[in-house]
């Protein structure tokens, strides 16, 4: 997440849509008194080498702060609270206050729901394995993984809404990064494009196998995308088809014959349902 106080920018940083190469890109445009969230550590190294910046300026404005908050801070000698590198919209206007929030320029990155949730499933796997926990995170396939996780799927809606209602002045669509960013280099005074800078930086890449970058969706699996993603879906126009070339194997079969909310919901509630005895609507 970046506020540039400079350039009079805000960047919020959504779930595996290259924010993290597009968080490094836009450092290399920042200044001092810009704010900076902390990035994993070889992302870090990536963006001093660009930047000559790190992580900088991310706690509260003192400001910003209340009477409680300033006394807390004056106890403890550590800000009350942090920006963070997935702040949320709602979060970051809060904290910023709204009149700047409405005077700065806001963006984010979007992505097909029915490719992130392959990318997210992917890279949480990889992320697992390497902290050695591979018996413990034994999730075979992105079906059972959404079953037990499903509050991952529909992330990305709620780091740029409140109630549904859209925060962000303007989307960069993940298909389509280097004509939107050319829109966000000309609102930001660039005189290049950020996609120059953002294609040689491939942060959290090649993580998914790539006998699943065109498949790996169920049936089931779509259902279940396509009805807690039903607003992003609608508002961008994204299709599993644009994703999903070939139809997977069913991982395990569905709750009922009933399309739409039931099938979805039953899908979900399949472990529950199982144990409980229920028998399908």
Same mark, same amino acid.
């Given at each position: 997440?970046?506020?540039?106080?400079?350039?009079? #920018?805000?960047? *919020?940083?959504?779930?595996?849509?290259?924010?993290?190469?597009?968080?490094?890109?836009? =450092?290399? %445009?920042?200044?001092?008194?810009?704010?900076? !969230?902390?990035? $994993?550590?070889?992302?870090? $190294?990536?963006?001093?080498?660009?930047?000559?910046?790190?992580?900088?300026?991310?706690?509260?404005?003192?400001?910003?702060?209340?009477?409680?908050?300033?006394?807390? %801070?004056?106890?403890?000698?550590?800000? *009350?609270?942090?920006? /963070?590198?997935?702040?949320?919209?709602?979060?970051?206007?809060?904290?910023?206050?709204?009149?700047?929030?409405?005077?700065?320029? !806001? #963006? &984010?990155?979007?992505?097909?729901? %029915?490719?992130?949730?392959?990318?997210?499933?992917?890279?949480?796997?990889?992320?697992?394995?390497?902290?050695?926990?591979?018996?413990?995170?034994?999730?075979? /396939?992105?079906?059972?993984?959404?079953?037990?996780?499903?509050?991952?799927?529909? +992330?990305?809606?709620?780091?740029? &809404?409140?109630? $549904? +209602?859209?925060? *962000?002045d303007f989307f960069v669509r993940y298909e389509h990064l280097e004509a939107d960013l050319?829109?966000? =280099?000309?609102?930001?005074?660039?005189?290049?494009?950020?996609?120059?800078d953002m294609r040689g930086i491939s942060a959290k890449g090649g993580i998914r196998p790539? =006998?699943?970058?065109? @498949?790996?969706? !169920?049936a089931a699996g779509r259902k279940m995308i396509g009805l807690l993603c039903a607003p992003?879906? +609608?508002?961008?126009?994204?299709?599993?088809?644009? *994703? @999903?070339?070939?139809?997977?194997? +069913?991982?395990?079969?569905?709750?009922?014959?009933?399309?739409?909310?039931?099938?979805?919901?039953?899908?979900?509630?399949?472990?529950?349902? @199982?144990?409980?005895?229920?028998?399908?609507?």
């Amino acid at each position: 997440m970046i506020i540039s106080h400079s350039r009079k #920018f805000i960047f *919020v940083k959504t779930y595996k849509t290259a924010g993290s190469s597009l968080e490094i890109a836009l =450092s290399k %445009y920042c200044a001092k008194g810009d704010v900076l !969230t902390p990035l $994993d550590g070889d992302e870090e $190294d990536k963006r001093r080498k660009l930047s000559g910046l790190g992580a900088q300026n991310y706690g509260k404005p003192l400001r910003r702060y209340r009477i409680e908050d300033a006394l807390r %801070y004056l106890r403890k000698r550590k800000p *009350v609270e942090r920006y /963070n590198e997935h702040s949320p919209a709602w979060q970051i206007r809060r904290m910023i206050g709204p009149e700047t929030w409405e005077r700065y320029f !806001t #963006f &984010t990155i979007v992505r097909n729901p %029915y490719d992130r949730c392959l990318s997210r499933f992917y890279y949480s796997k990889s992320v697992e394995e390497k902290r050695g926990r591979k018996k413990v995170w034994d999730f075979g /396939n992105l079906d059972q993984y959404m079953r037990y996780n499903p509050w991952f799927i529909n +992330e990305n809606w709620a780091m740029y &809404t409140q109630n $549904d +209602e859209v925060l *962000v002045d303007f989307f960069v669509r993940y298909e389509h990064l280097e004509a939107d960013l050319a829109e966000v =280099s000309r609102r930001i005074g660039l005189e290049r494009n950020l996609y120059e800078d953002m294609r040689g930086i491939s942060a959290k890449g090649g993580i998914r196998p790539p =006998s699943q970058r065109s @498949a790996g969706l !169920t049936a089931a699996g779509r259902k279940m995308i396509g009805l807690l993603c039903a607003p992003e879906i +609608e508002r961008f126009g994204y299709r599993p088809e644009d *994703v @999903a070339a070939a139809e997977a194997p +069913e991982a395990r079969p569905e709750v009922g014959s009933r399309p739409g909310l039931a099938s979805a919901l039953g899908f979900a509630l399949l472990p529950t349902v @199982a144990a409980l005895g229920f028998a399908p609507i």
